[in-house]
């Protein structure tokens, strides 16, 4: 079983973002297929060049994205006691969610701590955005939602009319498809009775007040 280090290692690793893509693209994708299944293989593949696509459209940094897509899932396949000992052993916090659905709750953030403690990755917008891509956050930065849509609409999810809604929400307002991302899979949480976490409920919250704040009129001068 793949192990955390306690400190991570010495950054070595090039300046540029493209660079750095290119350095840690063989290592990463031997270690996806060495640790994950074909299946989450393929899915992060797929996800890391839609973060790439959507980067390009909305103005992020696209290769940052796509090394963020490539390895979100690092940790998806991790039993639910490994998450719960690594997240005990860093000191966050674990509440009763955790414990009882310990894979959505935490495989982000293990994930964002594995890609800097194994593959040296050190942009905190990338960890960041691997940490929150499962449950969001309130305050989402723009790599935050370029990788939490890119994760629900790559090609491999399938064709079902929710994905075409959130695919044509992501053609231009990346925001609203966050927030319809939100709004499907809170309904399909609901209707499975499955809990919803309050972070989850936070970052969805959040997105609906930019919604509605900027449908507020201009005031007066």
């Given at each position: 079983m793949t192990s955390l280090r306690e400190t991570p290692p010495e950054p070595s690793l090039p300046g540029s973002s493209a660079q750095l893509l290119a350095v840690l693209r063989a290592p990463i994708e031997e270690w996806l297929s060495t640790h994950l299944t074909p299946h989450r293989v393929g899915h992060s593949q797929r996800v890391g060049q839609t973060a790439r696509q959507l980067a390009e459209r909305f103005g992020a940094d696209p290769d940052l994205a796509e090394l963020a897509g490539l390895l979100h899932d690092v940790a998806r396949e991790w039993a639910g006691s490994r998450l719960l000992e690594v997240a005990h052993a860093a000191g966050w916090p674990v509440g009763y969610l955790?414990?009882?659905?310990?894979?959505p709750c935490l495989h982000g953030a293990v994930g964002a701590r594995?890609?800097?403690d194994q593959f040296g990755v050190a942009d905190e917008a990338v960890l960041q955005a691997i940490a929150r891509h499962t449950l969001g956050a309130e305050d989402m930065s723009l790599m935050d939602q370029v990788l939490f849509v890119a994760d629900a609409i790559e090609p491999g999810r399938g064709d079902a009319p929710y994905l075409a809604d959130l695919r044509q929400a992501a053609d231009t307002d990346l925001a609203f498809a966050c927030r319809r991302a939100y709004d499907h899979t809170?309904?399909?949480l609901l209707r499975t009775a499955q809990p919803i976490h309050p972070d989850a409920?936070?970052?969805r919250n959040w997105l609906l007040f930019q919604e509605q704040r900027a449908r507020r009129p201009a005031p007066s001068p």
């Amino acid at each position: 079983m793949t192990s955390l280090r306690e400190t991570p290692p010495e950054p070595s690793l090039p300046g540029s973002s493209a660079q750095l893509l290119a350095v840690l693209r063989a290592p990463i994708e031997e270690w996806l297929s060495t640790h994950l299944t074909p299946h989450r293989v393929g899915h992060s593949q797929r996800v890391g060049q839609t973060a790439r696509q959507l980067a390009e459209r909305f103005g992020a940094d696209p290769d940052l994205a796509e090394l963020a897509g490539l390895l979100h899932d690092v940790a998806r396949e991790w039993a639910g006691s490994r998450l719960l000992e690594v997240a005990h052993a860093a000191g966050w916090p674990v509440g009763y969610l955790e414990e009882l659905t310990p894979m959505p709750c935490l495989h982000g953030a293990v994930g964002a701590r594995l890609a800097r403690d194994q593959f040296g990755v050190a942009d905190e917008a990338v960890l960041q955005a691997i940490a929150r891509h499962t449950l969001g956050a309130e305050d989402m930065s723009l790599m935050d939602q370029v990788l939490f849509v890119a994760d629900a609409i790559e090609p491999g999810r399938g064709d079902a009319p929710y994905l075409a809604d959130l695919r044509q929400a992501a053609d231009t307002d990346l925001a609203f498809a966050c927030r319809r991302a939100y709004d499907h899979t809170f309904d399909y949480l609901l209707r499975t009775a499955q809990p919803i976490h309050p972070d989850a409920v936070r970052g969805r919250n959040w997105l609906l007040f930019q919604e509605q704040r900027a449908r507020r009129p201009a005031p007066s001068p």
